[in-house]
Nanobody, 124 residues
Framework: QVQLVESGGGLVQAGDSLRLSCAASGRTFSLYIMGWFRQAPGKEREFVAAISRGGSSTDYANSVKGRFTISRDNAKNTVSLQMNSLKPEETAVYYC?????????????????WGQGTQVTVSS
């Protein structure tokens, strides 16, 4: 399994931007589909975005389309999530996840490895 470490969370105001990063260990990073999920207190973990192994295909939750961008650098074993126009309801712990598979997954149980999460707090 790949080990994942997220960074970049913090406290921002509504409308601000934030960039999350996830560093992966191992030499097989390019074999994993990568995803970002989030979990707010008292709520289930939800899909935010995902990117294919080569980076040519991405998908997003409807709620973040047009505001969030997922990208990856296979040479550096990193995946990032650029978040713009943040809203208070997007306050959550954001998780990076890796999936061994041929297609993007949308459920948490489709992913094999998880980071510890990074807190994003958006104040109104």
């Amino acid at each position: 399994q790949v080990q994942l470490v997220e960074s970049g969370g913090g406290l921002v105001q509504a409308g601000d931007s934030l960039r999350l990063s996830c560093a992966a260990s191992g030499r097989t990073f390019s074999l994993y589909i990568m995803g970002w999920f989030r979990q707010a207190p008292g709520k289930e973990r939800e899909f935010v975005a995902a990117i294919s192994r080569g980076g040519s295909s991405t998908d997003y939750a409807n709620s973040v389309k047009g505001r969030f961008t997922i990208s990856r650098d296979n040479a550096k074993n990193t995946v990032s999530l650029q978040m713009n126009s943040l809203k208070p309801e997007e306050t959550a712990v954001y998780y990076c996840a890796a999936r061994v598979g041929a297609s993007i997954g949308y459920r948490p149980d489709a992913y094999d490895s998880w980071g510890q999460g990074t807190q994003v707090t958006v104040s109104s």
